[in-house]
């Protein structure tokens, strides 16, 4: 039996709580709020993630874990870095469960981990994962990447079930991509939807979406086939048409014409495609983003919904 330290009591971090519980393991799920640590342990239930009864066995504390034998890392990307100097520098290994890139930086989660402990073990969990679901035990896949094939079989190992499948991967930059890059076009898929403009033009978008990570992971050193997999076109897949997608229910209040302050104030979990698609956007200079780059100019208000669409069905004609 392995010791798993969860830290993060979102949505994700409890789903990923009673994913580790199911695979056998003892967990510590670590939620930043002595309150709230003690309102969760005392009512077995966490109103990021209702309807989810926590296990009984699932220890909550709002003291940081040490000595656990893996740490999951489920904190939004644009928090990782205030977190990691806080964790103690005993901690590994560390699996970030974050899809993004810092604001601040422009720094893929895993490159936050490697500036801020050089050589520490660390992998990207990733994939098509809705946290309800996962919590339910529904069947699923994901991809746990990293360089090292050891510490990714590890984990895998620690965290797999019958229901839970999870792949290796030996290209951590690709699976980033995919994880950071698909919530922005998910917030495009959610504006085509909610602007009327149809399934083709949502199916069309999505293609060409993924045809942008391919060229970024590239760009940054990683792999074109790995967005064709789980943490690429899987997660696209999920994210674009699934209704629990925070990212496409956003971009579908754009298309209505909500104002995208309206739609964030009324949101208590973060949407993390609209602090990535300007890092994003930045990030991908020189690469053929126009996707990407539309919706980071959409939610700056430098363009319209109506003009950002017309650019990119302005774009010269070529060969797929």
Sequence with gaps: MSSVAVIGAGAWGTALAIQALRA??????????PQRAGLIAASRDNPRLPGVRLPEPILVSDVLPAGADVALLAVPTQ????????LPEELAPLVVCA????????RLPLEIIDELRPGAPAAILTGPNFAHEIAAGLPAAAVVAAADATLRENVAAVLSTPSFRLYGNDDPIGAQVGGAA???????????????LGENAR??????????????????GGKRETVMGLSGLGDLLLTCTGPASRNFSLGLALGRGEALADVLASRSAVTEGVATAPALAARAAGVDMPICTAVAAL?????????????????PRRDE
């Design 24 to 33: 056998g393991n003892d967990v510590t799920l670590w939620a930043r709020d």
């Design 79 to 86: 928090h990782v870095r205030h977190l990691m100097q806080r």
């Design 99 to 106: 899809k993004g890139v810092e604001a601040a930086t422009l």
């Design 182 to 196: 698909k919530n922005v076009v998910a917030i495009a898929a959610g504006a085509v939807i909610g602007a009327g």
């Design 203 to 220: 199916a069309a978008l999505i293609t060409r979406g993924l045809a942008e990570l391919g060229r970024l992971a590239m760009a940054l």
């Design 299 to 315: 939610l700056s208000g430098a363009t319209t919904l109506k003009d950002a669409m017309a650019a990119l069905l302005a774009r």
